[in-house]
T-cell receptor, first 113, second 113 residues
Framework: QKEVEQNSGPLSVPEGAIASLNCTYS??????FFWYRQYSGKSPELIMS????GDKEDGRFTAQLNKASQYVSLLIRDSQPSDSATYLC?????????????FGTGTRLTIIP | DTGVSQDPRHKITKRGQNVTFRCDPI?????LYWYRQTLGQGPEFLTY????????KSRLLSDRFSAERPKGSFSTLEIQRTEQGDSAMYLC???????????FGQGTRLTVV
């Protein structure tokens, strides 16, 4: 079992709709969760962080965390063509001696005009 | 401070040559991470530092790879006797402490011919 799993996509969403990206993780002790956006040929850009159960909203982005289900999601409202990118889920156990970010393989999102 | 800086942005080298990459983290960040990313995959952890101390090194990292952060500021990653399989994007990230938001540099794209 991979430590962080994402559906690789591609996920196609019409412009203006809600894009929903999902991620599951295996380490139940994980404490910190991040979503990165990566355009082709570029480096990952941090867009959301979440540390506690529930929802966290930032503009058009909402991150959702459910530690009991070991599940993190990212919602993008009013999707724009500029949102077309690969979205990487990253998890940090935050336990002493194991504090590195572990990434999923990413979900490729395409917004259709 | 404009963020994490990596140099060079691109490097083409012949198989068997040594290469060295540099990373300058965000100045107040104690943590510095090196990752490698190949096409279609998420970033793969290589090593990380807390100040000048190298706290963890991936088992996937062969003895040809070495990283340093001598004064707790910038870091270098050296690959000796490069192989074609080393071709990848090498990413550096920094964060305040473990478990907090990590920001990536623009990466160094290595091509071994």
């Amino acid at each position: 079992q991979k430590e962080v799993e994402q559906n690789s996509g591609p996920l196609s969403v019409p412009e203006g709709a809600i894009a929903s990206l999902n991620c599951t993780y295996s380490d139940r002790g994980s404490q910190s969760f991040f979503w990165y956006r990566q355009y082709s040929g570029k480096s990952p850009e941090l867009i959301m962080s979440i540390y506690s159960n529930g929802d966290k909203e930032d503009g058009r982005f909402t991150a959702q965390l459910n530690k009991a289900s070991q599940y993190v999601s990212l919602l993008i409202r009013d999707s724009q063509p500029s949102d077309s990118a690969t979205y990487l889920c990253a998890v940090n156990p935050s336990n002493f001696g194991n504090e590195k970010l572990t990434f999923g393989t990413g979900t490729r999102l395409t917004i259709i005009p | 401070d404009t963020g994490v800086s990596q140099d060079p942005r691109h490097k083409i080298t012949k198989r068997g040559q040594n290469v060295t990459f540099r990373c300058d983290p965000i100045s107040e960040h104690n943590r510095l991470y090196w990752y490698r990313q190949t096409l279609g995959q998420g970033p793969e952890f290589l090593t990380y530092f807390q100040n000048e101390a190298q706290l963890e090194k991936s088992r996937l990292l062969s003895d040809r790879f070495s990283a340093e952060r001598p004064k707790g500021s910038f870091s270098t990653l050296e690959i000796q006797r490069t192989e074609q399989g080393d071709s990848a994007m090498y990413l550096c990230a920094s964060s305040m402490t473990g478990g907090t938001e990590a920001f990536f540099g623009q990466g160094t794209r290595l091509t071994v011919v």
